[in-house]
């Protein structure tokens, strides 16, 4: 079945999430994510359980009930930008899509006016899913929510 044919809920992350956070940063497909090794049980408290609300809200991404990935969304200047990492078996299933127009409506009803990731450049496969998604640019990819002066240089 295919990502837009199942459940999708992102649901934010409380301290109640830990072992579940756990899980998924001790995936080998984790690994490094959010700097080099594996993060402890206070790191996860710290980062990934509601901590930094309201300046970074961490929701993990369920399909069908199963916990399958993790997001982020963090306030950039007037705009925002996002972290997303799923578990191998989800990629490429139409998931990812799902999750950044979630985020996009969530970013929209907030009145932000534009939303950025920072895959690396050397990972040709986030790069391409961020373009495949609509997010334009070099370095630091924008999404344009709405045009304006600051974006020009950079969306487009």
Known sequence: ????????????TTPDDLLEVRALFRDPAFEGWGGPGFRSDSQLR????????????????????????????????????TDLILLPAERGAGVGRQVVEA????????????????????????VAFWRAVGFRGRGTMAYPLQETDEQQNVVR
């Open 103 to 126: 985020l996009l409506e969530r970013i929209r009803a907030s009145g932000r006016t534009h939303f950025v990731v920072d895959p690396s450049p050397e990972d040709r496969g986030a």
């Open 46 to 81: 710290e980062k990934y359980l509601g901590a930094r609300l309201p300046d970074v809200e961490c929701f993990l991404v369920e399909v069908d009930d199963r916990v399958v990935g993790f997001t982020q969304l963090y306030a950039d200047g007037s705009g925002a930008g």
């Open 1 to 12: 079945m295919r990502g837009s044919e199942r459940a999708l809920m992102l649901r934010p």
